[in-house]
Each structure stands twice: as C-alpha cells, then as structure tokens.
C-alpha cells in the first residue's frame, strides 16, 4: 500500500525532534559555527533524544526503528541546523559501516560504548588525497601475517577525524584485484602508529569537523576485520548507499529550511512598491524550489522505505513483495544525488532572493548555500550516484568502483 | 497508517494486467493509429468491456470514474486516485492518446459529477451504462480562441430567454468535442461580472445552433480528436444549466472549472510520466544492446549519467504525483500538489523523450527504424500545455506560498 502517513510513534519523535531544532538549534546555528563544534549543553540535551542509534538494529544495541525513521528524524534536525546531524556525538555512520560489513558480535562490540550516555564519536575512513595512477582501488595497504593486520597509508577527508574513539578504516587487501580487493578494518584511536593530522578549514557544515589519518604500521587482530558476510562488496555498496541517504535527508532538511527563510522573505520585502513575491519571476522561483523540497522529501523516503522492506525478514514482511537490492539502490541514488542538488538550488536561490542582504551573515541563506555544497560532496556524489543508478537499472555488475573515490578510476574500471 | 510505497496484492495484480495488456495488445497498434489519425471503434468497444471486467476506473472512463458516487475510497481500491494514477501511467506508456479517445465522460466527467444535481448526473452519466449501445463520449469544452490560460476572459455569451438559454460563441481545442454525446460548456452572463458571470451548461449533440468547425490537425496525439466547436443562438434548455440557478449566487460558477483539476491534474501527470518512462525504457534498450554487452568505455559513462537523470527525474515526479493522489483519497486539500505534479509530470516527460532520441543518436531522429520514439516525441509536448501549462501551474502552487497573491 502506498502512504504518506507516519505512524503516530514517528510522528512523536518527529515533533520532538522539531522542537529541538526550533527553539535549540537554529537560534545557536552561528554560535556553533563559530564554536566549530556543538556546545555541551546542545550535546547532552540530543544525547537524550537519541538519534544517532535510531536505525541501528536492537539485537546490537540500537533502536531497530529502521533508516525511514532515521531519515524522518534527520530531516528535523537539519531543518535547525544542517551540520548539526555530523557534528553531534555518536557512532555516526560507523553504526551503518559496522552493521552491514561486520559480524551481529562484532557490531554488537563495537557500538557497546555508544551506549553509555556519554558523548563519543566514530569514524569510517574511506577517502584518500590522490587516485592511484598504476591501478585501481585504494593506496592504503593491509598486510596480513597469520592472526595480525598490518595498515599503512594516509586517508583524508574523513568526517570527525579529531573527534573519534574508533575508526573503520578501509584498505586494500588484494591489490591485484583493484575495488574488488578491499577490507574493512575496526581501528582504535589508540593504536600505535594512527595519527590524526589537525581538522581543515571547510567551506560550511563548520560544526562538524573533516580531516586526515595517517597510519604507520597500525596492527590491528583479525578479530577486527569486518569482512562483510559472504559478499563484502555487496555489503560495502549498501553502507554507502545507505549512510549517502542519511545525507540526502539532511539535504531535505536544509532545502526546507533555506526555503522556508526565503518564502518569508519574500512576502516582507518590497520593491517597486510591492512585495518581491509578487512578481511573477520571484513567485515562480518560489514555486520550483517548493518542488524541489516535495520531490527531495518523497525520494528519500521511498528509498529509505525500500531499504527498510528488503532488511526486514520473511516473518516481519508477511504478505508485503519483496523488494530487490538493485531497486533499493537504484531509489537511493536517484534520491541521493536530486535532494543534494535541490539542496543547492534551494541555498543558492535563498541568497538570490534575498539579494545584497542574502551575502550578508545576518541571514542565515549564506551559510545554508555553503553548507549544501559541502553536504553533497559527504558521500556519494552526484556523479557516483549517477553511475550507480544506471548500473542498478541496466543489469551492471554492481561494484565498489562505482561508489568509491574517483571518476578516474571508475572509467578505468568500466 | 505506515509510510510505504509497494503495492499491495490487488495494485500489483492489477498493474501486471494493465501492464500485459499494454505490452501485448495497445503497444502493437500505436503506430498504426497515429497514422490512421484514430482508434477504431472496434477495439475501443472490446478494451471498454475487458475494462470493466477488470474494473480499472482509469479504463472504462478514460478519466475516473462515471458513477455520481462521492464516498470516500481506500487507496487500495483501483477506483481510487491512486488506483487510477497507477493504472494510467502503464496504459499512457503503451499509448498516449489511446487513454484520450476512450468512451466515457471523459474530462466532463468531474465537473458533472462535482456540481450537476442528482437528477442531471443520472441523465448524463446514465447514457454510458449500456454496454451494447454505440459507444459515447463527454467532453469539456472551456478554451476559446481568445482564452486559454485565462480562463476567466472567456466570451462566449450566455442568456436566458423564456425557459432556455441562448449560447453564442466559439470554442476550440476539444478534445472529443465533436464525437462527444454531450459537451460541458463554459458561457458567460457578462464578461464584466468576470468569474462571477460564468455559467456551465452541458450542451447535448444535435442541440439546435450547436455546430463543429474543424478538426484540428496536430504535432502529436494524432489518434485523439481536437475539435473546435461553434455555438451560433445555440439554445439549451435551462434544466441543461449544471447544478440549477441557485450553484451560482457567488462565485461557484468559476470554481466549478477549476475543482475538476485537482483530481485530474495528478492523472495527466501520471499520463505524461507513462510516456516518459516509455522513451526511458526504450533509450535503456538500447544503451544496454550498445554500450553495456559491447562496452565502449567513454561512452558508456556519459550514456548512464544522462539514463541516470532522466530516470530520476521522471521519479521525482511520479512521488509528487502519488502523494497528490493520496492526499485526494483522504480527503485532504491537494490543489497545490495536484499542480506540482503535473509541472513535473510534463517536464520530466519531455526531458525524456528529448534525451531518449539523443541517446539512440541518428538512428533516434529517424521515424523508419525508430518510429515509436519519433511519436513519443511528438506526443509528449502537449502534456505541458493543456490541463494548465508548466506556468499556469506555477501560478497555482505561488499563491498558496505566497501571501495576498492575487494574478499576475
Ligand atoms: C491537444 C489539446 C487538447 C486540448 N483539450 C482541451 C479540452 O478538452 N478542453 C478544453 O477546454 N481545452 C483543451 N485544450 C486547450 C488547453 O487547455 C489550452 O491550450 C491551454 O490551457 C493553454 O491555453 P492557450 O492555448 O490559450 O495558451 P495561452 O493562454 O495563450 O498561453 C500562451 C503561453 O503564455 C503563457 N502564459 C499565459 N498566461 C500567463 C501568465 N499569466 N503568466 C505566465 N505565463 C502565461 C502560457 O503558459 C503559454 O506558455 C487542449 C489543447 C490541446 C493542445
């Protein structure tokens, strides 16, 4: 049955969540850019809402609501504040990493800790500064002799870097198999031989923070390797799939609350002797941007709601088809790659119409047009997504190269 | 209640009939139709009967349904909106103006049903019940020459003498006006009064000073009758005036032109989307035949991207299209998405059929080896156009955004 009700459980949390985001978020939204971080008192007062476990299923300690619920709840506290949803403590997407690559023990483990009540971070380390010119895959190596693994090599960009307790750091095991030779390895902050190098300055999303790992023969058990089940590409396409989606829902977020400012706006301000909204070139831009939230809005829930029916098993489905895992990625990247560019265009044409007063940091449109950029290059981007949503509709083997580092090394591939 | 987009049981069972029958009886005749510039009856009477044997609303009537009945419809049920939205994308994707030409009442339908008086829905809508009876048609005669968008500048006059009223005037671009049993027709007591003066009579075939002018030879939807129609001291009886003197007193009269759209704005959006996903469909054919089994490399990349975003964008708009649908089936206002779908129904749709012809390169443009490709390109235009255009609808969706929006 297709609906667009919430059930009345999300539609609590929902509210609750806008709450927080109305009357906490968005009035500090300079102050914790400025901070670069989430003050304490922000950060306790989410602890208690508990996003960051939502969709994390309960038999590893999670909430089990499912990534639906998550993107419902995303979407809220973006709408306060779109870096707000990276920068407050919480496994982040090593919750998703660890559930889709790791054992349910091992899952189960590693997000224990997250549990506690008090602010932690974690951290998935994928990203790396150069594609390799002499083959493809990643240049960070795992070696492995008898029960130890061995990692060298740099990552960067990586979401929460300083913040972090624990990485999953991705490595290549097999070089001679390019994207489809790599493994995924829990990595304390600890370890010997990690080093974090300082957060960079960003465009926006100020409030989370972005930088590089370096690892000089960091030996981690086998114990620590998440292998992915039986198919560890396929398991390693899912969480990108997946934790890009969260993203896409804070892209809703922030599209709605870019918009929002500016349909005020526009009713406020005159010119020509009547409010801006009433000429026919702004109202139409109103018009476009509102179809761009409800379109963003309804392809992240569909794809969420897709990922949810194919995670559930038989028993929980009943009578309910099931749903492929190329449809499930095939929504999720259209979804991805329309709510990142929506976003853009909501922040971009909020500035616009607020003209000269839009540039200024007394608005807040600035800072939600700079952070819509740097929220579309978390994750998937458009172009990955692009590439995945046709292999998915075209019967492609789906493959890691198509959702990691660079358009380079994809063409090479394909 | 739950979000959730699969379909339930009976949606799917019903989507794989419309689908087979699509695929394997409409598809196969499109061309032929297109260059015939008609649907033969024959083949309209049998798909009316199979229609009601599967009991597909999106079937019998072309656009919902031709019962007076207003009750309130699960989403499940194939009457609802959703039900017809879901059909009408799969019957469009087979053929466009097939969904046009089917017998029923057709776009007169809603404002029949909407606003006639118990004793007018049974005349009118009672002339479409038997099956056996030559096939019939309802028409929804609103365009002028000299009014389109600005539906609130028609001219064509209105006036009551004795027990009749007098109708003067023309109308154009009818789709089905000129086989239809009965057209409703827009009149206006004075033009001064604006909407205030609108009347709509439902003016029956062979009404004395009721004529058609020409059928209108067109760029695409060639298998669908354009009719323009004459009225020249055209006179209808007053029990002809829909919904009695008295629906008048305000400003009803205009209103009653524009309730019909929201419910039948998300079925020509999902008309459009039909289309698109055909020539989708078909520019994935053939980059799988070309690119993926031979592999050209640099090609290939570019080919998926531009498949990617027309896919995507033909998604985007059949979510908004549910949801307006969804909306109408329970019970809560959608003018505002009702518009929104069909402004990204139609541009998504033409986006498509503009790519799917590039992506088939030459061989595309070319009607011989490409010739659905060509209608479908021919077709699509028209579904940013009628039922409101792309800016028309934007006018509809900013004055629910933005504050004391009057026009423009
Ligand atoms: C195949 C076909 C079937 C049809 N079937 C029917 C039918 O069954 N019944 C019926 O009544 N009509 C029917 N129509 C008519 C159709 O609804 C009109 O063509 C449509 O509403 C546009 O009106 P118009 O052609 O007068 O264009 P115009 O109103 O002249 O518009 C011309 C252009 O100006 C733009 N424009 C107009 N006003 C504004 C404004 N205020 N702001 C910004 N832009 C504006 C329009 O968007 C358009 O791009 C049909 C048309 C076609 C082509």
């Known amino acids: 049955?297709?609906?667009?009700?919430?059930?009345?459980?999300?539609?609590?949390?929902?509210?609750?969540?806008?709450?927080?985001?109305?009357?906490?978020?968005?009035?500090?939204?300079?102050?914790?850019?400025k901070a670069r971080a989430v003050p304490d008192d922000v950060q306790k007062t989410a602890l208690e809402l508990g996003v960051g476990l939502v969709a994390v299923p309960e038999a590893v300690g999670g909430a089990g609501l499912g990534l639906l619920t998550a993107v419902l709840l995303e979407e809220e506290l973006a709408f306060g504040d779109p870096a707000a949803g990276f920068a407050l403590a919480g496994p982040g997407s090593l919750a998703l990493a660890v559930t889709e690559l790791g054992t349910e023990a091992q899952a189960r483990e590693a997000l224990a800790p997250f549990t506690d009540g008090t602010p932690r971070f974690g951290a998935v380390a994928w990203g790396e500064k150069k594609a390799l010119a002499e083959r493809a895959g990643l240049s960070t190596i795992a070696k492995r002799d008898g029960d130890t693994w061995t990692l060298d090599g740099e990552k960067a960009y990586v979401l929460n870097a300083d913040r972090a307790e624990v990485f999953v750091v991705l490595a290549q095991v097999d070089p001679s198999k390019g994207f489809r030779g790599l493994g995924a390895f829990l990595v304390p902050k600890a370890a010997k031989g990690l080093t974090v190098a300082p957060r960079s300055t960003t465009l926006g999303l100020d409030a989370a923070s972005f930088g590089g790992l370096t690892l000089e023969g960091v030996k981690v058990p086998e114990a620590s390797r998440l292998a992915g089940g039986d198919d560890f590409d396929a398991a390693l396409v899912r969480f990108f799939a997946k934790q890009s989606l969260v993203f896409a829902a804070r892209s809703v977020g922030l599209s709605r609350a870019a918009f929002e400012l500016t349909r005020a706006y526009v009713d406020e301000r005159k010119s020509f002797g009547k409010p801006i909204g009433h000429f026919q070139a702004v109202a139409f831009t109103i018009a476009d941007r509102a179809m761009d939230v409800d379109a963003a809005r309804g392809m992240v829930w569909r794809a969420a709601a897709a990922w949810d029916a194919r995670d559930k098993s038989d028993a929980e489905r009943g009578d309910a088809p099931r749903v492929d895992e190329r449809e499930c990625l095939r929504q999720s990247a259209w979804a991805i790659s329309f709510a990142h560019e929506a976003a853009m265009r909501c922040g971009d044409d909020g500035v616009q119409l607020h003209g000269?007063?839009?540039?200024?940091?007394?608005?807040?449109?600035?800072?939600?047009?700079?952070?819509?950029?740097?929220?579309?290059?978390?994750?998937?981007?458009?172009?990955?997504a692009d590439q995945l949503a046709a292999a998915a509709e075209l019967g492609v083997p789906i493959d890691p190269a198509l959702v990691l580092p660079t358009a380079e090394t994809q063409n090479a591939f394909i | 209640m739950t979000i959730e987009f699969s379909l339930s049981k009976r949606?799917?069972?019903?989507?794989?009939?419309?689908?087979?029958?699509?695929?394997?009886?409409?598809?196969?005749?499109?061309?032929?139709?297109?260059?015939?510039?008609?649907?033969?009856?024959?083949?309209?009477?049998?798909?009316?009967?199979?229609?009601?044997?599967?009991?597909?609303?999106?079937?019998?009537?072309?656009?919902?349904?031709?019962?007076?009945?207003?009750?309130?419809?699960?989403?499940?049920?194939?009457?609802?909106?959703?039900?017809t939205v879901l059909a009408t994308e799969e019957l469009s994707w087979a053929d466009g103006a097939l969904l046009l030409s089917l017998p029923g009442p057709g776009l007169g339908g809603p404002?029949?049903?909407?606003?006639?008086?118990?004793?007018?829905?049974?005349?009118?809508?009672?002339?479409?019940?038997?099956?056996?009876?030559?096939?019939?048609?309802?028409?929804?005669?609103?365009?002028?020459?000299?009014?389109?968008?600005?539906?609130?500048?028609?001219?064509?006059?209105?006036r009551k003498e004795g027990r009749e009223w007098v109708l003067n005037g023309r109308k154009c671009y009818i789709t089905n006006g000129a086989r239809a049993s009965w057209n409703v027709v827009f009149a206006t007591i004075d033009p001064s009064l604006g909407r205030a003066g609108h009347r709509a009579f439902v003016v029956e075939k062979g009404t004395k000073g009721f004529g058609v002018g020409r059928i209108e030879d067109k760029m695409g939807l060639r298998a669908?009758?354009?009719?323009?129609?004459?009225?020249?001291?055209c006179r209808v009886p007053e029990e002809n005036l829909l919904g009695g003197e008295e629906k008048y007193a305000s400003k009803e009269g205009f209103m009653t032109a524009m309730k019909t759209f929201d419910n039948t704005r998300p079925i020509v959006a999902s008309m459009a989307i039909g289309i698109g996903r055909a020539?989708?469909?078909?520019?994935?054919?053939?980059?799988?035949?070309?690119?993926?089994?031979?592999?050209?490399?640099?090609?290939?990349?570019?080919?998926?991207?531009?498949?990617?975003?027309?896919?995507?964008?033909?998604?985007?708009?059949?979510?908004?299209?549910?949801?307006a649908a969804w909306l109408a089936d329970n019970g809560h206002a959608n003018a505002k998405e009702a518009s929104m779908s069909k402004a990204l129904g139609g541009q998504a749709a033409i986006r498509a059929c503009i790519e799917a012809i590039e992506i088939c390169g030459a061989e595309g443009a070319i009607a011989e080896d490409h010739q659905l490709l060509e209608k479908w390109f021919r077709d699509i235009?028209?579904?940013?156009?009628?039922?409101?255009?792309?800016?028309?609808?934007?006018?509809?969706?900013?004055?629910?955004?933005?504050?004391?929006?009057?026009?423009?």
């Open chain 1, 356 to 384: 000269g007063a839009g540039f200024m940091r007394d608005y807040a449109v600035e800072k939600l047009m700079r952070d819509a950029k740097q929220l579309q290059l978390c994750g998937l981007t458009a172009e990955h």
């Open chain 2, 11 to 83: 949606q799917i069972e019903m989507r794989d009939n419309v689908r087979m029958l699509a695929t394997g009886v409409i598809r196969p005749q499109s061309l032929a139709w297109d260059r015939a510039g008609g649907v033969p009856e024959e083949f309209l009477r049998n798909l009316a009967r199979l229609a009601t044997s599967m009991g597909s609303s999106a079937m019998r009537s072309g656009l919902g349904e031709e019962g007076g009945k207003e009750k309130k419809k699960s989403s499940d049920s194939m009457q609802s909106n959703l039900g």
């Open chain 2, 224 to 233: 669908s009758e354009t009719a323009e129609l004459v009225f020249e001291d």
């Open chain 1, 1 to 33: 049955m297709i609906s667009f009700e919430p059930t009345e459980d999300q539609r609590l949390m929902v509210d609750s969540i806008a709450q927080f985001a109305k009357t906490t978020l968005r009035p500090r939204i300079r102050e914790l850019e």
């Open chain 2, 381 to 408: 235009k028209v579904y940013d156009i009628f039922e409101g255009t792309g800016q028309i609808q934007r006018i509809v969706i900013s004055k629910r955004l933005i504050s004391n929006l009057k026009s423009f």
């Open chain 2, 111 to 158: 404002p029949v049903r909407a606003t006639g008086t118990p004793e007018q829905k049974e005349r009118f809508f009672g002339i479409f019940k038997d099956q056996d009876a030559p096939l019939r048609w309802g028409a929804y005669a609103l365009t002028e020459p000299a009014a389109g968008s600005d539906v609130a500048g028609i001219r064509t006059s209105c």
């Open chain 2, 279 to 323: 020539a989708y469909d078909y520019a994935c054919d053939f980059v799988k035949r070309h690119y993926v089994m031979s592999r050209p490399i640099p090609r290939y990349a570019a080919m998926a991207e531009r498949l990617a975003r027309v896919g995507r964008g033909l998604d985007a708009a059949r979510t908004v299209t549910w949801r």
